[in-house]
């Protein structure tokens, strides 16, 4: 049977499983969205932007594991998701991209056409595959790379340009599933590696792991937290991968890095054996890959799943490459086996050591996360936020001195989605609102920037629109606080460019058709999410929060 181009892209969907379809509207797009808007099983979400609508399509795909999709128009409409893509490749996220663009018959005559971008050459830089299609029959075949290879380790995004002629021509070509075309499972690691693994970590004194976002993707907790508790090991996660096991957890030090507490890095410094998994060591996990956090010659035992990682950035002990789960699953066994003491792990020397440390770190911040200070300290709001929301809540952030009072003072008790080594400002509600997306009956809480927020601020419409009731969390204190504190600390206090002109945004979302509250009281910040959460809007709450040096950025350890 024969199918026009646009319907074979629509097919392909349908085939790999696509429920939500992100996207910015073109004339260009319009016979593709014609056959869309005849199929039920996708929903089509329309951005106020293309690089919003790819943003979403990335947290969809960060939070759901599934392949986010996006469509766009072509020239300013494919250029605009570059920082999308770029964000995508490095927090592995399976993000699948479509741009219709000119037709074959005047393509490549560039600035002498409307939107003449090569696109293809644009998108390599920041994909795992950036590949033109020149005629329909080939459609269902790249289609199906391209999903591929999305959701092969790594994972990462794609790129597919498509000319507006493909769209209209017929094809007779077979369509195959899915489950033909890719392997679903990674094998496990060498079981003699396992063996001298369990070894090396039984023989350290001071062992502590590292994960990093494969752990989650793979879900692989469990197993890891399994593992901690046999060797009262601590456990850390890279900087950007906060609840990566939960933070009330005896064993849990919270993200080491920029933003990480001062307990967390001196366990990981006295460290004398490193279980690294999912390649961790990055730029901000490491503090620029020095040894302020890491120590000088540290035994490092690295689990991933691909081989480019592998002691990329310190020298390893031991590699293996597999899937984390099934690896620290039978890790444990080998441990098991090989283990003498019985004794439950709190009573382990580093166990206790590392409650101690907790116990006088929280005495030290008391005064601030108790803080009646008016405007309002950072740390009492992650303190009460943190109160006020479910376990389950799923809390997205990406950049800035809020993204940092996040990372040091939120106890995170799931995974939450962060920046990674991407820092796209504005991105994180976009991203919460495909997690929203992805996990319909879990609260989804962005907590951002006022600076940030005026960067997506058009986004509330589309929140609206389909109803996306994310709650986002936004401090208001009218200066770009991370870029001020540095101006503070190494400019003499001289400022220019980090101050703010910010309206009063819970106006602006009401006038939106979304919740909106403006909370000056640290005592109102508990009734205020829950109000926001009750009224089953998407909403927004304006934090009016304390602009004093000592606020605007945590204290490094």
Known sequence: MEHTGAELIVEGLKLEGVDYLFGMSSSEVLPLLDVIGRTPEIHYVQSQHEQWAAYMANGYARAGGKTGTCLVGPGPGTANCASPMGQALYTFAPTFLMAIEDSTKIWGLGSMLHHGLDSVAVMKPVSKMSVRVERAGRLPDLMRMGFRLALSPKRGPVFLAIPTDVL????????????????????????????????????????????????????????????????????????????????????????????GRPYAHQTVREADLILALGAPFTEFATDRFEHKIIPEHPRIIQIDIAFEDMGKIYPIELGLVGDIKETLKLLAQHVLERRRTTAPFQEAPQARELSKRKNEWEASVAPMRTSSRIPIHPLRLMTDLRKALPRDAFAVAVSGSTSGWFEYGFEALTHTLEMGEWHPMGAEYCEAMGAKLAWPETPVVPIMGDGSMMMCLSEIATAVKYNIPVLAMVTHNDVFGNMRHTQIARFGGRFIGTDLHIPNLANVAREFGAYGERVSDPEQIIPAVKRAMQSGKPALLEIMTDTAPEALAHPRS
């Open 168 to 259: 209209a021509e017929q094809a007779s070509v077979e369509l195959v599933a899915s489950e033909h075309s890719r392997v679903e499972r990674i094998p496990a690691g060498d079981p003699q590696d396992l063996d001298r693994m369990a070894a090396l970590l039984l023989a350290a004194r001071r062992p502590v792991a590292l994960a990093g976002p494969e752990v989650s993707r793979c879900q692989a907790q469990a197993e890891l937290i399994g593992l901690s508790e046999l060797l009262a090991m601590p456990v850390a996660g890279a900087a950007g991968n906060k609840g990566i096991i939960p933070e009330d957890h005896p064993l849990a030090l919270g993200v080491i890095g920029l933003h």
